[in-house]
């Protein structure tokens, strides 16, 4: 039973262009969202995260847009950079929804110059 | 330290062998998390430790993984009697406070830990 998915194993896009990452969720006492980024060989690093309570926040390049009633949230990056190819993991958690961050399988995406 | 530092980086052990795996949290971070990575998926929670009390192990997938973490600082995983099906990454995360909020938990660089 997969609380957290992200349907899109890989993402491809242009230097300078878009990227919309997708992530699903069912548990719907999670109240809160965080988008990780990860190299190879290292562990992941914190991106940007967002409360149950808005429905937007943007950090530089990186936006944050959740839908709780779709239970759906996306990372837009604008525009895309060659070194923004990384394994990007959605991850939810909530004290009501056992005091962890609960992952997604993971995008890469992969930014051509 | 300024990161979490988790030794060894990488393991093989054979079949049937016990192995330890250390977390070196942030200093003064309360929580320490324990997470599973296998080949291609997204972290799955193992085990939480809120200073030196293991509050939550519902992820540990059998009775031969152990975590503890005796002095609410360092932290060590052991996996007893390795299977195949144990060869992953273990990454650990410390956060400074407990899990209410955005926890912003830090990972460490993960012990890759391969089973022949």
């Excluded at chain 1, 847009?65 to 060659?82: D, E, G, T, W, Y």
């Excluded at chain 2, 430790?49 to 509050?55: G, P």
């Excluded at chain 2, 209410?100 to 938990?105: D, E, P, Q, T």
Aim: charge should be positive.
């Amino acid at each position: 039973d997969q609380q957290v998915k992200q349907n899109s194993p890989s993402l491809s896009v242009q230097e300078g262009r878009i990227s919309i990452l997708n992530c699903d969720y069912t548990n719907s006492m999670f109240d809160y969202f965080l988008w990780y980024k990860k190299y190879p060989a290292e562990g992941p690093t914190f991106l940007i995260s967002i409360s149950s309570i808005k429905d937007k926040n943007e950090d530089g390049r990186f936006t944050v847009f959740l839908n709780k009633s779709a239970k759906h949230l996306s990372l837009h990056i604008v525009p895309s950079q060659p070194g923004d190819s990384a394994v990007y993991f959605c991850a939810a958690g909530g004290p009501n929804a056992g005091n962890m961050l609960t992952f997604g399988g993971g995008t890469r995406l992969m930014v051509k110059p | 330290g300024a990161g979490v530092s988790q030794s060894p980086r990488y393991k093989v052990a054979k079949r049937g062998q016990d192995v330890a795996l250390r977390c070196d949290p942030i200093s003064g971070h309360v929580s320490l998390f324990w997470y599973q990575q296998a080949l291609g998926q997204g972290p799955e929670f193992l085990t939480y430790f809120q200073n030196e009390a293991q509050l939550d192990k519902s992820g540990l997938p059998s009775d031969r993984f152990f975590a503890e973490r005796p002095e609410g600082s360092v932290s060590t995983l052991k996996i007893q009697r390795t299977q195949q099906e144990d060869s992953a990454v273990y990454l650990c995360a410390s956060s400074l406070w407990g899990v209410s909020g955005a926890n912003v938990l830090t990972f460490g660089a993960g012990s890759r830990l391969t089973v022949l």
